[in-house]
């Protein structure tokens, strides 16, 4: 799957589509505008990768809207040299969005067979990122702690652990509900304090807890 003009050009339309949706930091434009999404969607709905929507992956899962991998990478304030952990892989957008935005990133997927798409994913287009096969809910503690957490699947509640791998002054990003969900941001302002604040409705497959 070449990156032809067709597909830079597709590429470009579509972040002035989210440009028009209110995403303004231009580190996420820039990224989303040099990844190219057509390698991590299944080859059948190659015509569907830039379009705004949402499209099924193997597994029941999906990989998310580039609005919400905009709005979800804008509301982590990312700086280049940080350490994130990102929980629910996927396709594995997400993360090359956010390692092409200069961070290190470290994503656990829970379907094995998700975890091996992205990494090939991954390896045919040479990006560097940690990936592991498990549970998400553990976090990575070989890692941690990390600047940034970033959960792509929707927790019933905020992942109490995953909090602790997080550092002072980072920032936690999770959708939090069942059928539909709020997009939660987290702060730690110290070891015992955190900050929450919401930022409007959204629509997740649920985080699973990995029983094998
Ligand atoms: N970030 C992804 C979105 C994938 S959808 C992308 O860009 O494509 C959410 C993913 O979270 C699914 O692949 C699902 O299998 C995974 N997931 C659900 N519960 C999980 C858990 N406990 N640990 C790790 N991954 C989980």
């Excluded at 995403?23 to 059948?44: E, G, K, Q, W, Y």
């Excluded at 509900?177 to 900050?195: C, H, P, V, W, Y």
Aim: aromatic letters at 8%.
């Amino acid at each position: 799957m070449r990156d032809t003009y067709r597909t830079k050009g597709l590429r470009k339309l579509m972040v002035e589509d989210l440009k028009h949706k209110g995403i303004t930091d231009t580190n996420v434009l820039n990224a989303i505008a040099i990844v190219p999404r057509h390698h991590f969607v299944p080859a059948s709905l190659f015509e569907h990768a830039y379009s705004d929507a949402a499209l099924p992956i193997p597994c029941k899962q999906t990989i998310s809207q580039p609005y919400t991998v905009a709005r979800q990478s804008e509301l982590l304030e990312i700086q280049r040299g940080m350490r994130v952990l990102e929980v629910g892989t996927g396709s594995g957008y997400q993360s090359a969005v956010l390692r092409q935005m200069g961070v290190f990133v470290y994503t656990v997927e829970r379907q094995r067979e998700l975890y091996e798409f992205s990494k090939k994913v991954f390896q045919s287009l040479s990006i560097s990122i940690a990936g592991k096969y498990g549970d998400g809910y553990k976090g990575w503690s070989e890692f941690a702690p990390f600047d940034r957490i970033l959960i792509t699947c929707a927790a019933t509640e905020i992942p109490q652990n995953l909090l602790s791998q997080l550092k002072t002054n980072g920032i936690l990003v999770v959708p939090v509900g069942e059928e539909a969900q709020t997009m939660t941001k987290i702060i730690r302002l110290s070891e015992n304090d955190f900050e929450t604040s919401l930022h409007g409705s959204c629509r997740f497959v649920p985080m699973v807890e990995n029983t094998e």
